[in-house]
Each structure stands twice: as structure tokens, then as C-alpha cells.
């Protein structure tokens, strides 16, 4: 199995900057996704780290460390439509083919 | 394309009923993948499909039936549901099932009632 730590809440203001942090404990591990989930909507796929590092995308940038059980996603400029759920996944060799969605942290954007 | 579709957007069904949840992709994934998931909970992965076969059920009820009649379509067949049964149902797809091609794309879901 595995364990997911993620904050429940983060509230930012519209134009702020937000770092989701997430510590996981796995075994095999071989890459982290992140999601963003609007309510009652579809998870969206944000990115995917499998090597140590910063990867950016626009205003998202995921950064990985596997040494240390780490990662963290963080929202640039945020915008009111970035108030969503923000799913942290970890992937092992034991779990191909399932995503085993930890609670995420819900992301308010207030104005 | 990224696009993964599901039919119908809400259905409402009777405990004695017989539906179908549809889902199509057509990015030339070879998996696909239902999941269930409760207001304010993550989604809970119900059947995992690889190239058109069954590779993971996870004890999911028979009253679940999960069908993949090609590469492209991947069905839920429902019978005899219970009301804890409301959901909404996600579909999804990836390349293949192993590492980065393992990313998931999900359709936008079934909101499903059964009263």
C-alpha cells in the first residue's frame, strides 16, 4: 500500500502564489501525477515527475524528490477557476493501472 | 485530442432496472478503466481493462458488469442496483498500463441515481 499526506484546505487570493505539498511513502515507486478536480467534475491531468526535479507547465510547476518522499505543486497567478481539488498520486511498480487517489487538498481562491 | 466520452450525462434508475453506462475513446489507448465516486470523496477504481481483457476487478459487486466490446468502447452493464449505488460513475484511458504511458485521461462522468 501506500500513504499520502497532503493539507486538507489551502485558501490563497486571486493572484497569489500556492504550494501544495505532498510526502508519500511507497515501495517501487516509479512517478507521481497530480490532478485537479472541479466539483462534480472529471479529474484533469496536471503533470507527471518521475525524475527528481522542476517541471513547469504555464503557471503549474510540479517539482519531485524521490529521496525524500516529496513533491509539491505550485500554482502561479492564481486565478478564480483554479479552485479545485488537487489530487497528489503515486505510482508504484505493484500498482500499474491504478490510481490510488489520496483525499487531495481543496484549493479556495477568494478575490 | 485528449477527449474521452461518457453517455448518458445523468441517468435515474429504479432498483429493478437494467442500464448501460457507455464510454468511447478514440486516442488509440489500450486501456481503459471505470471508477466510482461519492460526493467529496477520490474516485475508487472499480475495473481496469488491457487490450480488450480484464486485468483488474477490484471486488466489485456482481450487480457491476463491465463489458469492452472493442479497443475503443468500454460499457458498464447495471442490474439490480442499490441506492448507495449513487454516483458518479468516471471513465478513463491511458496509453498502456506502465509508467508515464500509464497517464489517465478521464471522461467527464455518469451521474447516476438509483432510487
Known amino acids: 500500500g501506500q500513504n499520502i499526506d497532503q493539507p486538507t484546505e489551502m485558501t490563497a487570493t486571486e493572484g497569489a502564489i500556492v504550494q501544495i505539498n505532498c510526502t508519500y511513502q511507497?515501495?517501487?515507486?516509479?512517478?507521481l501525477f497530480w490532478y485537479q478536480q472541479h466539483a462534480g467534475e472529471a479529474p484533469t491531468f496536471l503533470s507527471y515527475?518521475?525524475?527528481?526535479g522542476l517541471e513547469e507547465k504555464g503557471r503549474f510547476s510540479s517539482f519531485l524528490s524521490r529521496s525524500k518522499g516529496y513533491s509539491y505543486l505550485l500554482l502561479k497567478e492564481l486565478q478564480m477557476k483554479d479552485s479545485a481539488s488537487y489530487l497528489c498520486?503515486?505510482?508504484?511498480?505493484?500498482?500499474?493501472?491504478?490510481?490510488?487517489f489520496g483525499a487531495g487538498t481543496q484549493v479556495v481562491v477568494t478575490p | 485530442d485528449t477527449e474521452v466520452t461518457q453517455t448518458p450525462k445523468h441517468l435515474v434508475m429504479g432498483m429493478t432496472n437494467k442500464k448501460s453506462l457507455k464510454c468511447e475513446q478514440h486516442?488509440?489507448?489500450?486501456?481503459m478503466y471505470w471508477y466510482k465516486q461519492k460526493a467529496k470523496k477520490p474516485p475508487e477504481l472499480m475495473f481496469v481493462?488491457?487490450?480488450?481483457?480484464?486485468?483488474i476487478n477490484e471486488s466489485v459487486p456482481s450487480r457491476f458488469s463491465p463489458e469492452c466490446p472493442n479497443s475503443s468502447l468500454l460499457n458498464l452493464h447495471l442490474h439490480a442496483l442499490q441506492p448507495e449505488d449513487s454516483a458518479l460513475y468516471l471513465c478513463?484511458?491511458?496509453?498502456?498500463?506502465?509508467?508515464?504511458?500509464?497517464?489517465?485521461?478521464f471522461g467527464p462522468g455518469t451521474r447516476l441515481t438509483v432510487l
Open positions: 478513463a484511458s491511458s496509453q498502456d498500463i506502465s509508467g508515464y504511458t500509464d497517464t489517465q485521461y
Open positions: 511507497t515501495s517501487g515507486f516509479n512517478g
Open positions: 515527475n518521475v525524475l527528481d
Open positions: 498520486v503515486p505510482m508504484t511498480t505493484d500498482s500499474w493501472g491504478k490510481l490510488q
Open positions: 486516442m488509440g489507448h489500450r486501456a
Open positions: 481493462y488491457s487490450y480488450e481483457k480484464l486485468s
